[in-house]
């Protein structure tokens, strides 16, 4: 039910940044986490990083200290900073959301539909 808008992918070379942005285009009662997942051509989708609606944070391995990701918990949006790109950093990034809709109804998780990060010279 939730749309998940995202923006921010495109080209960038070696050593460049770029920022993802993905909010939720209706307002939801509550926010449990948001984050951010990416998927590679012949790979599995995998996680890249997570923030709850309290600010802790996951990350990937290999983002730490590359990227960083943030929210505006107002907004019902989630941001993602990578710094330092590199090659294998190509892939289709997907936001994700898990929310409540109204404080009666369980949790259910959404995906938006995907913006493309290329990373080469």
């Known amino acids: 039910q939730v749309q998940l808008v995202e923006s921010g992918g495109g080209l960038v070379q070696p050593g460049g940044s770029l920022r993802l942005s993905c909010a939720a285009s209706e307002s939801i009662f509550s926010i449990q986490v948001m984050g951010w997942y990416r998927q590679a051509p012949g790979k599995q989708r995998e996680l890249v990083a997570t923030i709850t609606s309290g600010g802790s944070t996951n990350y990937k391995d290999s983002a730490k200290g590359r990227f960083t990701i943030s929210r505006d918990n107002a907004k019902n949006t989630v941001f993602l900073q990578m710094n330092s790109l590199k090659p294998e950093d190509t892939a289709v990034y997907y936001c994700?959301?898990?929310?409540?809709?109204?404080?009666?109804?369980?949790?259910?998780?959404?995906w938006g539909q995907g913006t493309q990060v290329t990373v080469s010279s």
């Open positions: 994700y959301a898990r929310f409540q809709i109204t404080i009666t109804l369980p949790w259910v998780g959404s």
